[in-house]
T-cell receptor, first 111, second 115 residues
């Protein structure tokens, strides 16, 4: 049973467009929400992370929006580039440091 | 900073043999390391939590006698797949956290193929 639900399973976006990935959670004890980017055959790389006391965090073209009352958070990739084509995982954890991962979203950016 | 390495990157072994995978934090000390398994086009599945100087904690359904974990130092954890069988073929990934912080940094993964 996944504690973090992620959607969509995959998406295709044109170069320069915006990719949006959504995640929802139930466990209100979660207090750290990272996003990871994974290329085929590689380990996940930490992309950006947020705490629930912040509603938005931006790093370059990547933005996390966080809605604590709705228990939802999302990743926006602005000005998507072909090099952004990868699988993205949302995750959540609390004081045991164990990450609960979403199912993953495969993003394809068409040139 | 925050680099995690794994060795080997890929390994092929015969059924019934054992394989050891190393996970090292190169530029930080990690009291806790994690081992994951990932099947093609699926998410990461946590296998066990490895704490330096103590026994690993295994997730439900993971055979601790088959997947032996040793966290001998603050920079090294090993996963040994004992008596490997074809169904153990998978992508094994470790992660490590600097002490006292949430951020987990992942290794590049090890592709295990059991023939």
């Amino acid at each position: 049973q996944q504690q973090v639900k992620q959607s969509p399973q995959s998406l295709i976006v044109q170069k320069g467009g915006i990719s949006i990935i959504n995640c929802a959670y139930e466990n209100t004890a979660f207090d750290y929400f990272p996003w990871y980017q994974q290329f085929p055959g590689k380990g996940p790389a930490l992309l950006i992370a947020i705490r629930p006391d912040v509603s938005e965090k931006k790093e370059g073209r990547f933005t996390i929006s966080f809605n604590k009352s709705a228990k939802q958070f999302s990743l926006h990739i602005m000005d998507s580039q072909p090099g952004d084509s990868a699988t993205y995982f949302c995750a959540a954890t609390y004081n045991d440091y164990k990450l609960s991962f979403g199912a993953g979203t495969t993003v394809t950016v068409r040139a | 900073g925050a680099v995690v390495s794994q060795h080997p990157s890929w390994v092929i072994c015969k059924s019934g043999t054992s394989v050891k995978i190393e996970c090292r934090s190169l530029d930080f000390q990690a009291t806790t390391m994690f081992w994951y398994r990932q099947f093609p086009k699926q998410s990461l599945m946590l296998m066990a939590t490895s704490n330096e100087g103590s026994k690993a904690t295994y997730e439900q359904g993971v055979e601790k006698d088959k997947f032996l974990i040793n966290h001998a130092s603050l920079t090294l954890s090993t996963l040994t797949v004992t008596s490997a069988h074809p169904e153990d073929s998978s992508f094994y990934i470790c992660s490590a956290s600097p002490s006292g912080v949430y951020e987990q940094y992942f290794g590049p993964g090890t592709r295990l193929t059991v023939t």
